[in-house]
C-alpha cells in the first residue's frame, strides 16, 4: 500500500509513525466510524483533522522538551521544586496520570524532587513545600489541577503561600482562564508551562466556525445524550 493509498491520511498524517500508524490506524477509523451516520461521519472526520495524537516515542521527546521549557521559562532549579501529579484525575482516570508522571521524573533524572504523596506529608506539616509544579499531560477544563491546589491548601494551610506551577503537555484555552482567574480571585502564585494551549473543538472558530459550530455540536449532543 503506497502513501497515496491511505484512506485517512489527510488525518494521520501529522500523527507520527510514518506508514505504519497510517496503513493501522485506516483500520481502526473505518471500524470506528462505520457505527455514525453520514452526517455525524462528516463531523468527526473533521474533528480527528485536528485532533493530537501522541506516539510514545513521540510522548517521551515531549516530555524533555516540555521540561526544558520550564526551566528555561521559569530559570527554576528542580532540586527546589517538589514535582506532584495530580491529586485526581478528571478524564481518563489515575493510570496515565501516574504513568505520564513517572515518565516525567525518570526522563528529566528528578527522582528526589518528586513525591507522590504530597497530601500526607503536607498533613504531617514538617516539610516546608515553597515551590509545588503539578505535572499532567492535558487539563481540559483545569478543574483537576484546582482542585490539586485547593486539597494541598485544605491540608495545610502554609502552603497558600508557596508558588504553584502547572506543567501540562497541552491545555485548552478555557482550562488556562479557568486557572488564572483562580489564581487572582484566590491570590495564589501560580505559573502556567504548556507546550499547546489550544481551543477545544467546539469552541467558536476553533474547527468550525461560530455560524456552524452550535447546529453541529447540537448533532452530536442530541444523538448521544
Known amino acids: 500500500m503506497s502513501e497515496l493509498e491511505f484512506k485517512y491520511r489527510s488525518i494521520t498524517r501529522n500523527w507520527g509513525g510514518g506508514k505504519k500508524i497510517q496503513e493501522e490506524y485506516d ?33 517521551l521527546s515531549r516530555i524533555e522538551e516540555l521540561f526544558e521549557k520550564f526551566t528555561d521559562e521559569t530559570k527554576e532549579n528542580a532540586n527546589e521544586v517538589v514535582f506532584i501529579p495530580p491529586v485526581y484525575k478528571e478524564y481518563g482516570g489515575v493510570g496515565f496520570s501516574d504513568e505520564f508522571f513517572n515518565e516525567f521524573w525518570i526522563r528529566n533524572n528528578i527522582k528526589e524532587s518528586c513525591e507522590k504523596n504530597i497530601c500526607d506529608l503536607l498533613a504531617m506539616g514538617g516539610n516546608n513545600f515553597d515551590k509545588i509544579a503539578i505535572v499532567d499531560d492535558y487539563s481540559g477544563s483545569g478543574r483537576t489541577i484546582e482542585e490539586t491546589i485547593k486539597k494541598c491548601i485544605q491540608v495545610n494551610d502554609k502552603v497558600k503561600q508557596a508558588i504553584f506551577y502547572i506543567i501540562t503537555l497541552q491545555m485548552s484555552t478555557k482550562a488556562f482562564k479557568r486557572l488564572m482567574k483562580y489564581s487572582e480571585e484566590n491570590e495564589v502564585s501560580l505559573t502556567i508551562c504548556s507546550l499547546r494551549v489550544v481551543d477545544k473543538a467546539f469552541e467558536r472558530n476553533s474547527v468550525f466556525d461560530m455560524y456552524c459550530v452550535d447546529r453541529k455540536k447540537r448533532m452530536i449532543t442530541l444523538t448521544y445524550a
Open 27 to 59: 483500520r481502526k477509523i473505518d471500524d470506528w466510524i462505520a457505527q455514525f451516520e453520514s452526517g455525524e461521519k462528516e463531523i468527526l472526520l473533521e474533528l480527528l483533522k485536528h485532533y493530537d495524537f501522541y506516539t510514545a516515542r513521540k510522548v
